[in-house]
């Protein structure tokens, strides 16, 4: 504290503006708030997964422009490894294991919508629109007899979700490529594996 008090004036003021700022920068981005997956005594797997996204000023500017922002859901099987060698030779000829959310804005209603596949939702604010990005419950992701006999602590899967930055317009690629602010990613979440009859 004695040396806080030292400081100028102005030390003080820059030391303030740092402390406030930091959470604020630290914010930016994906961070996932649950990461969940039940295993069925069928050997099927299903996943529940919820983000908080935090746009940066940039990216908040292009979709309020009518740039559409395309988030990707994915998941990835780690253990057990004869499961996961199959899951990673069913990738290489399905895109199953993904989930596309389209977030644009409406400027006649002022409203964002949230669109997965043919199904959309709309929301009266930024912040509820990006809490449904990303957000699934109980989405299947391996059937029946996948992980048959497989305890639920042998199962190793993470979830991620991403900014698409491949389905933004070319002139925003470039965008992309140079800035850091417009590659948002949660990185691979490991997922709580819980067992249920069924």
């Known amino acids: 504290m004695a040396f ?3 400081l100028s004036k102005s030390s003080k003021l820059l030391c303030v503006l740092c402390l406030t700022a930091a959470p604020l920068a630290a914010a930016e981005g994906i961070h996932a708030t649950r990461t969940q997956a039940v295993l069925s005594d069928s050997g099927a797997l299903a996943v529940s997964s919820r983000f908080r996204t935090e746009l940066p000023d ?3 500017q292009a979709l309020n422009q009518g740039v559409p922002l395309t988030f990707t859901l994915s998941w990835q099987l ?3 490894t004869l499961a996961a060698y199959k899951f990673k030779i069913a990738q290489l000829v399905s895109d199953e294991n993904s989930i596309q959310y389209k977030l644009a804005f409406q400027p006649l209603t002022n409203r964002y919508r949230v669109s997965v596949g043919t199904f959309s939702t709309e929301y009266d604010t930024l912040d509820s629109a990006l809490r449904g990005v990303g957000a699934v419950a109980n989405w299947r992701v391996a ?3 996948s992980l048959g006999g497989v305890k639920a602590q042998e199962v190793k899967a993470e979830v991620r979700l991403q900014l698409s930055t491949d389905r933004l317009p070319k ?3 470039i965008n992309a490529l140079t800035s850091k602010s417009w ?3 949660s990185g691979w ?5 819980t067992r249920s009859g069924g």
């Open 78 to 80: 780690s253990e057990p």
């Open 183 to 185: 590659r948002l990613d």
């Open 143 to 145: 059937g029946k007899g």
């Open 171 to 173: 002139p925003f690629q």
């Open 189 to 193: 979440k490991r997922l709580k594996v």
């Open 58 to 60: 940039q990216l908040r």
């Open 4 to 6: 806080i008090t030292r």
